[in-house]
Nanobody
């Protein structure tokens, strides 16, 4: 069992930055792949990115490449989603997820791959 708690969401102006945190507990963090999804109002939940349990591999959706990065601190059992150059289209509830494997982006981008989900944190990009 894995428990995930996101934090760091809020209101930011276009062009600004936010860093989301996902704190995990309940299982050895170094064996967990962590993913990020988001859901904008009226839209389907979509894949944002994922980071392997070693931290050496990361997948990012095309819509966030060059702006978002994922990193992890295994000593703190925490994964970070650094979001830069934010635009109103990034407004969504962001969810942290976890699974125990790492494979192709085609598979890691599926919601069904992840057994554990956080409660979500709201990110609003607006002037």
């Amino acid at each position: 069992q894995v428990q995930l708690v996101e934090s760091g969401g809020g209101l930011v102006q276009p062009g600004g930055s936010l860093r989301l945190s996902c704190a995990a507990s309940g299982r050895s963090f170094s064996t967990i792949t962590v993913g990020w999804f988001r859901q904008a109002p009226g839209k389907e939940r979509e894949f944002v990115g994922a980071n392997s349990w070693t931290g050496s591999s990361t997948y990012l959706a095309d819509s966030v490449k060059g702006r978002f990065t994922i990193s992890r601190d295994n000593a703190k059992n925490t994964v970070y989603l650094q979001m830069n150059s934010l635009t109103p289209s990034d407004t969504a509830v962001y969810y942290c997820t976890a699974t125990n494997r790492w494979t192709t982006i085609a598979i890691m981008s599926r919601q069904s791959e992840y057994a554990y989900w956080g409660q979500g944190t709201q990110v609003t990009v607006s002037s």
